[in-house]
């Protein structure tokens, strides 16, 4: 069943409605005005997102933070109130199940942002770890004494509480109800100004604009209660979240709108978010993570938020196995894409400079003249600023017909239909 968001009589009346479709289970539109101008705001002035959709979790009480260091692979316990972070939550096999972001509001308040498409699966996952429905230690040791079990497991010192499950049962809790909390987010140079004009005591524009990445505060903007995070997922150098009750989703949207439009923002819909997240490197679960190739984030350039010097996490010692045989990554280039250059897709073929296959284009955005494309890629035959090409797939029985491959091996010695390069894996604007 495909439900509204918070925000779509607001869609409604900025676009038309065959702009908006399904996507994780929600109406979204993909644009108001067109992808390239949207996208252009970001970088030049200031875009508004409707993020509601995404999933918002508080996890409180007696054990959250010991659970949530347990549940994540970055580490709880060094987070300082009123910061957040970025990490993974895998299964037992170190298989990525999302990648989230933690706020610490408290000693033992928490929230936790998961993504759309993965809202269900992560929800169900948490009550199976509270339930005690999954071993989530592979190398239990049966029947011995879950008193015992440190002194026989010295790893697993700190987890003796019982055979299959996770330290403390906290109180979790779907902010995206009545009295909860969901996510719009305002993101480009000219988001501070914007803020800045909304929220009337001194000492909070103060606050905000002293407000470093991943660190969040409390303020009411155009007298609305909200929980201003420096976050978002367009690789703007200055971007917020803003997490705010349901019912106050439509005014607040409205009041930045009205704000925002003298300087350039614009409303951005999910087309331009994937572009500019393509732009910044930034990778999409399910595309530069998990997805058909399994993509761990040491593959996908963020190794450094999974913290194998951690005593236990749930996947820890699969994860730290999968570390050590990693041999592909996800890389990111630069190709033309002025008129009459066939667009790169998903799938597409990615050549050495001898026309060998090391890899699979993930992601492409078209970005004014040129293309953007994050590619999984043989890690030692691919390094910045080398030359790269695209080998097409084929797009149609009759190219099938002329010789065009359906599918590509690794290996396979083709001719390039696009040459490039190599850019650095991130950007930020």
Not at 13 to 19: A, E, G, I
Request: hydrophobic residues 40%.
């Amino acid at each position: 069943m495909t439900e509204q968001t918070a925000l779509y009589d607001q869609h409604i009346r900025l676009t038309d409605k065959s702009h908006i479709v399904p996507f994780a289970g929600y109406l979204m539109p993909l644009w108001y005005s067109s992808i390239a101008e949207e996208h252009a705001a970001v970088r030049e002035a200031a875009g508004l997102f409707d993020c509601t959709h995404m999933g918002v979790l508080g996890i409180s009480g007696k054990g959250a933070s010991a659970f949530l260091n347990e549940l994540t692979t970055n580490n709880v316990s060094t987070l300082k109130a009123g910061r957040a972070q970025y990490s993974y939550i895998l299964d037992v096999s170190g298989n990525v199940l999302d990648d989230v972001i933690v706020s610490r509001k408290g000693p033992e308040d928490f929230i936790l942002v998961v993504n759309a498409s993965n809202s269900a699966k992560i929800g169900n996952w948490i009550d199976s770890l509270l339930n005690d429905q999954i071993n989530i230690d592979p190398k239990r040791v049966e029947g011995v004494p879950p008193s015992n079990r440190g002194q026989a497991c010295p790893e697993r010192s700190r987890r003796d509480a019982r055979d299959t499950g996770i330290s403390g049962k906290p109180t979790v809790r779907d902010l995206r109800i009545p009295g909860g909390k969901v996510d719009v987010a305002l993101q480009g140079p000219k988001s501070l100004d914007i803020l800045s004009s909304l929220i009337k005591d001194k000492k909070a524009r103060l606050q905000m604009t002293e407000l470093r990445p991943f660190r969040f505060m409390e303020v009411d903007i155009d007298n609305i209660s909200c929980l201003l995070s420096r976050t978002g997922y367009t690789g703007a150098t200055i971007g917020f979240e803003l997490f705010i009750p349901p019912n106050e989703a439509s005014s607040l949207w409205e009041a930045i709108l009205d704000a925002g439009r003298p300087l350039g923002l614009l409303p951005c819909g999910l087309g331009a978010r994937d572009s500019l997240r393509i732009e910044a490197g930034l990778p999409l679960y399910g595309h530069e993570l998990a997805g058909e190739f399994n993509i761990s984030p040491f593959q996908a350039g963020y190794g450094w938020a999974v913290k194998l010097d951690k005593d236990f996490f749930i996947g820890k010692e699969a994860i730290e196995q999968i570390s050590e045989k990693q041999n592909m990554k996800v890389a990111r280039i630069e190709l033309p894409g002025t008129k009459g250059i066939r667009p790169v897709r998903q799938n597409d073929g990615v050549l050495d400079e001898q026309g060998r296959c090391v890899g699979w284009v993930l992601s492409c955005a078209m970005i004014g003249e040129k293309q953007i494309a994050l590619v999984y890629v043989d890690a030692e035959s691919v390094q910045e600023d080398s030359e790269i090409g695209i080998y097409y797939l084929a797009r149609s029985q009759r190219q099938i017909q002329q010789g065009k491959k359906e599918q590509i091996e690794k290996g396979e010695r083709l001719e390039a239909d696009l040459t490039g390069r190599v850019v650095s894996r991130f950007a930020k604007f």
